[in-house]
């Protein structure tokens, strides 16, 4: 009996729902416009309704057989978001409330099932919910103006402006897109510090976002952090002149949002010239690099700023010893929103210890004095459009400038002076379609302007020195990717680069000129298949690229660049790693001149002519074994690396051979060690790498001596520990003293040639006196409100005060005597910095 008195009530309730389901779908059927409802009630009453036009846009209202003037009108103001005021017996006011009532149904657009669980947040106010089983949600006092978020995991946020759910028989319906990202597989979690990982095919990444400590580093620094991996060092301790490998810093790829860098620095190389607030993740290759990569003979740097559209408005700024920075992330709408970021040196304005140090290296051995006036600045924006789900639009823009002034006066009063300015603007546009659900495309553009002037005043004007370098890049690349199945992707594409640089130098007294160019078009297709087992256990990788490089003038020459990558789990934990590659570029950096650009920026970028300096190319190939788990990490490389086309002009020669022009190659055969204990609250690290590194010139005597850059060892033994809220970072780094060339003890100087030069002993026969440098950092993170969070950074860079020897060369004096010059690295450099993030 019971069961059929449920049955009847089931029923019941049925026929009731129905019954609701039909009547909201008459009443919404039988709703007129209000505006139109409101003429008819002034004929009928004789009164006038006072309102603006766009209060009651899309307002409608059910008419109801109601006899009396005030139960029409409070029909209304019950059924609709409309407040009336009776101003007379006549004339009435209407206005909308500011706060409304607003539901929805969220759906999938693909099979058009509920979402619940999605959150709901009213953008501006506390106001957020989730929606419930049905995927329906419910809000009460809702301004009007506001704009809603819809996010659910797995989904494409969706951004609804309030008067699209305004409450009525029918809510709105939320169509929520599939968001789908390709992740590369993280081999390692955290590789030296949080942020930094390493990835399935060997290669690094590091994640800004996510950014821990390193030794002397309190805030993250792109180029300087890249340095604590094995194989990365700087000989002179700047980020202009990187070591991947014992290669010459003009042989790394830097890339920016896909754009090629010419200039990475600040300060003349002593920070890196790209906001870490605002790059999102960067890609550090040492070898087995994907085809898609042209240049980089030893290695390749892809920063990249975020892609993905900001659903809030969020940024943050900073100051430290030497700048201060702003950066914002700022949605527009649901498909559009934009990036931007500002940092500046006060460096002319305010002297502070980190800034006296950091002159005393960087205008050591220069014609510039301590007093000068320099500033850097950098200027980043990026604006991405989603044209639909299927495709994006990204522009990118980075400007960065360093700005170096000073003058003096002689004992005679003779005025002298010098300006130097080095410029980088960049424009990028990348546009990502997905065709097909296993076939994409991906079309790149850019252009990129370098300029290095140098004018140096002296003699009360009377003789002028001009300097510039120039280089103009533009780059057009197409990426196609095409999923044979489900763990096969055939990669192809097509570059086509032109660059040109210029050479001027102009000096008044005594007259001369030189005016050098170049331009050189470069043609690469590329394809590549990659593979990864179903299992994980097996990644391959396997390519090449066909380039065609065109000198107008010189030679046309064809160049094939097979790669390699392969990593295989030979047992639980255990991996071995094979890469290969070939490779070639057409851009080198020359050092013809001591006092270059006041004796700072000694560097000019020149291009192959096919004769004095032929197209630079290498091969390398690496094996190595790793041992991983979740709490260490004991990881071993070989490799052999060869360069052939070498001028001596751009490896910066400082003896006998600095002038001869000969061309050679180099050959580096090394290895790298590194153990890695960590866990969830500190990381111990030990790293040694060691290279021998061998020039090649068989028109010298001797002909095969040690590289400029041969520095056989390098250890690095530091570590960081987190407790809450405080991190702390220790290290200490050893090098090997890099080669140089002595004056000949017995016979110093040459009497028989004029003017006098100084005769030297067999080439980089001595060496530097070894390299030992201690740091620390550390930071504090705090909450200032709900979404605001503050950190105090500190660090010490060289805390010993050590005078380490960075380079030593010789020069004949105004008597004829021998000069020793030295470089010197940088002393005891504390640092201190704050930052919010909103």
Same mark, same amino acid.
């Given at each position: 009996?019971?069961?059929?008195?449920?049955?009847?009530?089931?029923?019941?309730?049925?026929?009731?729902?129905?019954?609701?389901?039909?009547?909201?779908?008459?009443?919404?059927?039988?709703?007129?416009?209000?505006?139109?409802?409101?003429?008819?009630?002034?004929?009928?009453?004789?009164?006038?309704?006072?309102?603006?036009?766009?209060?009651?846009?899309?307002?409608?209202?059910?008419?109801?057989?109601?006899?009396?003037?005030?139960?029409?009108?409070?029909?209304?103001?019950?059924?609709?978001?409309?407040?009336?005021?009776?101003?007379?017996?006549?004339?009435?006011?209407?206005?909308?409330?500011?706060?409304?009532?607003?539901?929805?149904?969220?759906?999938?657009?693909?099979?058009?099932?509920?979402?619940?669980?999605?959150?709901?947040?009213?953008?501006?106010?506390?106001?957020?919910?989730?929606?419930?089983?049905?995927?329906?949600?419910?809000?009460?006092?809702?301004?009007?103006?506001?704009?809603?978020?819809?996010?659910?995991?797995?989904?494409?946020?969706?951004?609804?402006?309030?008067?699209?759910?305004?409450?009525?028989?029918?809510?709105?319906?939320?169509?929520?897109?599939?968001?789908?990202?390709?992740?590369?597989?993280?081999?390692?979690?955290?590789?030296?510090?949080?942020?930094?990982?390493?990835?399935?095919?060997?290669?690094?990444?590091?994640?800004?976002?996510?950014?821990?400590?390193?030794?002397?580093?309190?805030?993250?620094?792109?180029?300087?952090?890249?340095?604590?991996?094995?194989?990365?060092?700087?000989?002179?301790?700047?980020?202009?002149?990187?070591?991947?490998?014992?290669?010459?810093?003009?042989?790394?790829?830097?890339?920016?949002?896909?754009?090629?860098?010419?200039?990475?620095?600040?300060?003349?190389?002593?920070?890196?010239?790209?906001?870490?607030?605002?790059?999102?993740?960067?890609?550090?290759?040492?070898?087995?690099?994907?085809?898609?990569?042209?240049?980089?003979?030893?290695?390749?740097?892809?920063?990249?700023?975020?892609?993905?559209?900001?659903?809030?408005?969020?940024?943050?700024?900073?100051?430290?010893?030497?700048?201060?920075?702003?950066?914002?992330?700022?949605?527009?709408?649901?498909?559009?929103?934009?990036?931007?970021?500002?940092?500046?040196?006060?460096?002319?304005?305010?002297?502070?210890?980190?800034?006296?140090?950091?002159?005393?290296?960087?205008?050591?051995?220069?014609?510039?004095?301590?007093?000068?006036?320099?500033?850097?600045?950098?200027?980043?924006?990026?604006?991405?459009?989603?044209?639909?789900?299927?495709?994006?639009?990204?522009?990118?823009?980075?400007?960065?400038?360093?700005?170096?002034?000073?003058?003096?006066?002689?004992?005679?009063?003779?005025?002298?002076?010098?300006?130097?300015?080095?410029?980088?603007?960049?424009?990028?546009?990348?546009?990502?379609?997905?065709?097909?659900?296993?076939?994409?495309?991906?079309?790149?553009?850019?252009?990129?302007?370098?300029?290095?002037?140098?004018?140096?005043?002296?003699?009360?004007?009377?003789?002028?020195?001009?300097?510039?370098?120039?280089?103009?890049?533009?780059?057009?690349?197409?990426?196609?990717?095409?999923?044979?199945?489900?763990?096969?992707?055939?990669?192809?594409?097509?570059?086509?680069?032109?660059?040109?640089?210029?050479?001027?130098?102009?000096? *008044? +007294?005594?007259? #001369?000129?030189?005016? !050098?160019?170049?331009?050189?078009? %470069?043609? @690469?297709? $590329?394809?590549?298949?990659?593979?990864?087992?179903?299992?994980?256990?097996?990644?391959?990788?396997?390519?090449?690229?066909?380039?065609?490089?065109?000198?107008?003038?010189?030679?046309?020459?064809?160049?094939?660049?097979?790669?390699?990558?392969?990593?295989?789990?030979?047992?639980?934990?255990?991996?071995?790693?094979?890469?290969?590659?070939?490779?070639?570029?057409?851009?080198?950096?020359?050092?013809?001149?001591?006092?270059?650009?006041?004796?700072?920026?000694?560097?000019?970028?020149?291009?192959?002519?096919?004769?004095?300096?032929?197209?630079?190319?290498?091969?390398?190939?690496?094996?190595?074994?790793?041992?991983?788990?979740?709490?260490?990490?004991?990881?071993?490389?070989?490799?052999?690396?060869?360069?052939?086309?070498?001028?001596?002009?751009?490896?910066?020669?400082? *003896? +006998?051979?600095? #002038?001869?022009?000969? !061309?050679?190659?180099?050959?580096? %055969?090394? @290895?790298? $060690?590194?153990?890695?204990?960590?866990?969830?609250?500190?990381?111990?690290?030990?790293?040694?790498?060691?290279?021998?590194?061998?020039?090649?010139?068989?028109?010298?005597?001797?002909?095969?001596?040690?590289?400029?850059?041969?520095?056989?060892?390098?250890?690095?033994?530091?570590?960081?520990?987190?407790?809450?809220?405080?991190?702390?970072?220790?290290?200490?780094?050893?090098?090997?003293?890099?080669?140089?060339?002595?004056?000949?003890?017995?016979?110093?100087?040459?009497?028989?040639?004029?003017?006098?030069?100084?005769?030297?002993?067999?080439?980089?026969?001595?060496?530097?006196?070894?390299?030992?440098?201690?740091?620390?950092?550390?930071?504090?993170?705090?909450?200032?409100?709900?979404?605001?969070?503050?950190?105090?950074?500190?660090?010490?860079?060289?805390?010993?005060?050590?005078?380490?020897?960075?380079?030593?060369?010789?020069?004949?004096?105004?008597?004829?005597?021998?000069?020793?010059?030295?470089?010197?690295?940088?002393?005891?450099?504390?640092?201190?910095?704050?930052?919010?993030?909103?």
């Amino acid at each position: 009996m019971k069961k059929k008195h449920h049955k009847h009530i089931l029923i019941c309730l049925v026929l009731l729902c129905f019954s609701v389901i039909a009547l909201g779908q008459q009443v919404a059927k039988d709703a007129i416009l209000l505006s139109d409802y409101l003429t008819t009630l002034e004929q009928e009453h004789d009164i006038k309704f006072s309102f603006a036009d766009n209060a009651l846009e899309n307002v409608y209202v059910k008419p109801l057989d109601l006899q009396s003037l005030t139960s029409k009108l409070d029909h209304i103001q019950q059924n609709t978001d409309i407040v009336i005021t009776k101003l007379s017996d006549r004339y009435y006011s209407l206005t909308k409330v500011s706060t409304v009532s607003i539901c929805g149904f969220v759906l999938d657009n693909f099979e058009q099932n509920t979402i619940p669980g999605a959150t709901v947040e009213v953008l501006g106010t506390s106001l957020t919910g989730i929606t419930d089983t049905t995927g329906r949600f419910y809000m009460n006092n809702v301004p009007r103006t506001a704009l809603v978020l819809v996010k659910h995991l797995g989904f494409k946020p969706q951004f609804i402006e309030v008067e699209k759910l305004i409450n009525t028989a029918m809510c709105h319906k939320i169509a929520m897109a599939l968001s789908y990202q390709e992740l590369e597989e993280v081999v390692v979690s955290q590789f030296l510090t949080t942020g930094l990982n390493k990835l399935s095919d060997a290669s690094f990444e590091l994640n800004l976002s996510k950014f821990g400590i390193l030794p002397g580093i309190s805030e993250p620094d792109i180029l300087q952090t890249v340095q604590a991996l094995p194989g990365i060092k700087s000989v002179d301790e700047t980020v202009s002149d990187i070591n991947i490998r014992g290669g010459t810093n003009d042989q790394n790829l830097v890339l920016w949002d896909h754009i090629k860098m010419y200039q990475t620095g600040h300060f003349f190389g002593l920070i890196s010239a790209f906001n870490p607030y605002v790059t999102d993740k960067v890609s550090i290759i040492k070898n087995g690099t994907s085809s898609i990569y042209g240049d980089g003979l030893s290695g390749t740097m892809d920063l990249r700023t975020s892609d993905q559209l900001p659903i809030y408005t969020n940024g943050g700024t900073g100051f430290n010893l030497i700048s201060g920075d702003l950066f914002g992330n700022i949605p527009i709408n649901e498909r559009l929103g934009i990036q931007i970021s500002a940092r500046r040196s006060y460096t002319d304005f305010l002297s502070t210890p980190t800034y006296t140090v950091f002159s005393e290296k960087a205008f050591q051995d220069s014609q510039v004095d301590n007093e000068s006036d320099f500033y850097f600045y950098d200027f980043t924006a990026k604006v991405l459009y989603e044209i639909d789900q299927d495709h994006k639009v990204q522009l990118s823009m980075i400007n960065m400038s360093n700005n170096l002034s000073y003058f003096e006066t002689s004992d005679s009063n003779a005025v002298n002076g010098s300006n130097l300015n080095q410029d980088n603007i960049s424009l990028g546009t990348r546009l990502q379609s997905n065709w097909l659900s296993n076939f994409t495309t991906d079309l790149q553009f850019y252009y990129t302007q370098y300029g290095l002037d140098a004018l140096t005043i002296s003699n009360n004007e009377s003789q002028r020195l001009q300097q510039n370098n120039l280089v103009k890049e533009s780059s057009v690349k197409l990426i196609t990717k095409y999923a044979v199945r489900k763990n096969l992707d055939w990669i192809n594409g097509y570059e086509l680069t032109e660059t040109g640089i210029e050479n001027r130098t102009n000096i *008044n +007294q005594p007259p #001369f000129a030189s005016n !050098i160019k170049g331009v050189i078009r %470069k043609h @690469a297709l $590329f394809s590549e298949l990659q593979f990864t087992s179903e299992d994980s256990k097996f990644y391959g990788r396997i390519g090449g690229r066909l380039n065609y490089f065109e000198n107008l003038n010189t030679f046309k020459e064809y160049i094939l660049e097979p790669r390699l990558n392969i990593t295989y789990e030979l047992l639980p934990n255990f991996k071995t790693e094979a890469m290969g590659e070939f490779k070639s570029q057409v851009t080198n950096q020359i050092i013809d001149l001591e006092q270059n650009f006041l004796g700072i920026e000694k560097r000019r970028w020149i291009l192959s002519d096919g004769n004095t300096l032929p197209i630079t190319k290498s091969k390398q190939g690496s094996i190595g074994v790793n041992y991983d788990t979740d709490k260490l990490y004991i990881g071993i490389d070989g490799f052999y690396k060869e360069v052939n086309g070498i001028n001596v002009f751009t490896q910066g020669f400082q *003896n +006998q051979n600095q #002038f001869n022009g000969e !061309i050679g190659s180099y050959a580096v %055969k090394g @290895a790298e $060690f590194l153990i890695n204990k960590k866990n969830n609250d500190y990381s111990l690290w030990l790293s040694y790498t060691f290279n021998k590194n061998d020039y090649l010139f068989n028109s010298l005597t001797p002909s095969k001596f040690p590289n400029n850059l041969d520095v056989r060892h390098a250890i690095t033994l530091a570590g960081n520990y987190t407790i809450g809220h405080f991190k702390l970072g220790l290290g200490l780094n050893y090098k090997s003293g890099k080669p140089f060339t002595r004056p000949d003890a017995d016979d110093p100087i040459d009497n028989t040639v004029f003017p006098r030069e100084i005769n030297y002993e067999e080439p980089n026969r001595s060496r530097l006196p070894e390299y030992i440098r201690a740091d620390a950092s550390a930071n504090y993170t705090f909450v200032l409100g709900k979404t605001i969070k503050g950190t105090f950074g500190a660090s010490i860079l060289n805390i010993t005060n050590r005078k380490n020897t960075l380079n030593t060369f010789y020069r004949l004096g105004e008597d004829n005597s021998i000069e020793t010059i030295e470089r010197l690295s940088l002393g005891l450099t504390p640092n201190a910095s704050f930052r919010l993030r909103f």
